[in-house]
């Protein structure tokens, strides 16, 4: 059956990179990254840009399904390749692609259905090729739904935050504590992956993350008062780092609760760092200004994490639990851990391990020198209440003593 395709390709990080090289060399780059699509095309594909980083292409004539499939995996392998030159420096650079496919000429609903492939493509971390289904359409309305029923939860006060410790690894302390959200929905606690993504495509995030601020910045306020002194950890989404006035929402936010700056870290994911446009980035560099430390969240998942260290200006590193699983069974997943913890210290950032379900995977975090851990193993997320708990108890352990 003779099937119409169309790709969408768009570049992962190009906005970082336009920043990083200047809109001349961003050009330059968008230029030969259209060759080398061209290239790789059969020529009787029409291959355009679509607009900003984007590139469309319109196959009319294949045989079967799978060669468009085909055609797009050798695309996204063509602009991975090899890193790409301008501005005499080289650039790698990988691409989310979509695909959708129509048996007749209807070829109408076409580019918007790989459209929405293309987002399922980023939303999965990029580098990656998705195509097209008919259930995304279900998805799409289900998300919908979800969006009006967070949003009356919010507004009934409904959602509800858990607090997971983070330990120093060398004394078993408690330094620390991550805020996480939580959603009971009709008494079934929500996926906080699911309603977070719901939260942050609405544009919920921003009020909802504020709140969630708030709520957490006054838990450990109070901690604080009784004489607990302990960090909090807070996510931050693109969306929430890109709404206006974020910086003074965030000091105002510490302010009111009487929590110092040095208290609170903001975590973010390496991507919405390089996805960030040089405002965003100024306002987080202003925080740092302020004493509020920056982490990057879920570090490791990316090939790119260690050649883009160097230029994050980040004061602690959390080591995704992909990687810590390994530990202990995959030696690759060993040596990037050890070499993240090296590397991590040689340039003065603090090293926090993500994860930890097993004991062993804690004993060889320890011998690695990685600084602090989180994870089942050594606390789950909990209430408020059962955090206060806890330090009472560690009140009372000898652990809390200072070494003499
Ligand atoms: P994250 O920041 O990487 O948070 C750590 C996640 O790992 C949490 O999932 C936590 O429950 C889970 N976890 C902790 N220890 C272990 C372990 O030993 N094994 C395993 N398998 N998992 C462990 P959770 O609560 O489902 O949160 C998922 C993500 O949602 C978070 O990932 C974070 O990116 C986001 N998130 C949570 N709260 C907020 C928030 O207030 N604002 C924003 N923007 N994002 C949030
Ligand atoms: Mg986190
Ligand atoms: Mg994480």
Redesign the pocket.
Known sequence: LAVIGAILIDLDGYTAVNDLIGPGGGDLLLAQAGRRLRAAAPPQATVARWGGDEFAILVTDCAAAREVVDLAERLAARIAAEPFIAADREIPLTASVGVALTPASTAGHLLSNADVAMSRAKEAGGGRVAVFAPQMHDEVLRRLELAAELRQAISRRQLEIEY?PIVDLASSRVVCV????RWSRDGEPAS??EF?RVAEDSGL?VSL?DW?LREACRSVAAWHASGWQIGLS????VR?LSAPGFAVSVLGALDEAGLPPEALTI?VTERVLIDSAAPTIAELARLRDKGIKLAI??FGTSYASLAYLRQLAVDIIKID?SLVAGLGSDPTAALLTKTTVGVGHDLGIEVVA????RPEQLDQLRAMGCDLG????VAR?MAAREVAAMAAAQADAPACSPVV
């Open positions: 997971q991550e805020a996480l959200l906080p992956q977070l995030i993350g969630a807070v996510n931050f989404s929430q975590e969240d879920d639990p993500e994860g930890i379900e989180q994870g089942f193993a997320p």
